[in-house]
């Protein structure tokens, strides 16, 4: 018996299928709720959410092409180990667009 999946999700109808689970799933990978190496299957989030497989396939390519999870073939799919890379290039871009607007701030007051 598989183990609990650690994804909360009550759909609405009226949106795409795909968009919300490729919400829950990003939002459980970026706060650890899904830890990096977790397995990600297909099936067992269509039999959790109730859905079919093509807007799980759907949620799952988009997060592969963010870097969130690894995609290898006839092995699986896991959450991607966080890349220190990445940590490193977004507080740079941070850093420097916060000291431009804190510049541009600094003229005006």
Known sequence: MDEPLQLSIELDRRKPVSD??????RQAIIT???PPSTPISENRI????????TPVREAIIRLAEEELIDVFPQQGSF???IK???????HFTRKCLEL??????AEHW
């Open 46 to 53: 269509c039999r959790h959410i109730g859905v079919s497989r």
């Open 84 to 90: 220190v890379s990445k940590i490193r290039e977004s």
């Open 32 to 34: 650890l709720e899904l």
């Open 20 to 25: 919300q689970i490729y919400t829950a799933l």
């Open 79 to 81: 959450v991607s180990a």
């Open 100 to 105: 431009g607007i804190l510049g541009k701030v």
